[in-house]
């Protein structure tokens, strides 16, 4: 991959924001702003074209489109 952004309902599915940076040991990080508690999906969007579910996540829901988005709570 070449780029990679975290794209969800916490941003408006924004394929541009939340973008990755690659670490000096190769490990992809992205930092989001604070989020107030609940559920949240995402998937990361690689290379500007590819929607993919976080396959290191257990948890999913179908995504209405054949797929999956992957899940996240953030709890108070």
């Known amino acids: 991959a070449k780029t ?11 394929s541009t924001e939340s973008h990755f940076v690659k670490n000096g040991v190769g490990l992809w990080q992205a930092e989001i702003p604070n989020l ?26 179908e995504d209405g489109f054949g797929g999956f988005n992957s899940i996240f709570q953030i709890w108070e």
């Not at 107030?36 to 829901?61: C, L, Q, R």
């Open 36 to 61: 107030p508690s609940g559920k949240y999906h995402y998937k990361f969007v690689i290379d500007g074209a590819i929607w993919k579910e976080d396959t290191s996540n257990g948890m999913k829901e």
């Open 4 to 14: 990679v952004h975290l794209s969800g309902d916490f941003n408006n599915w924004d």
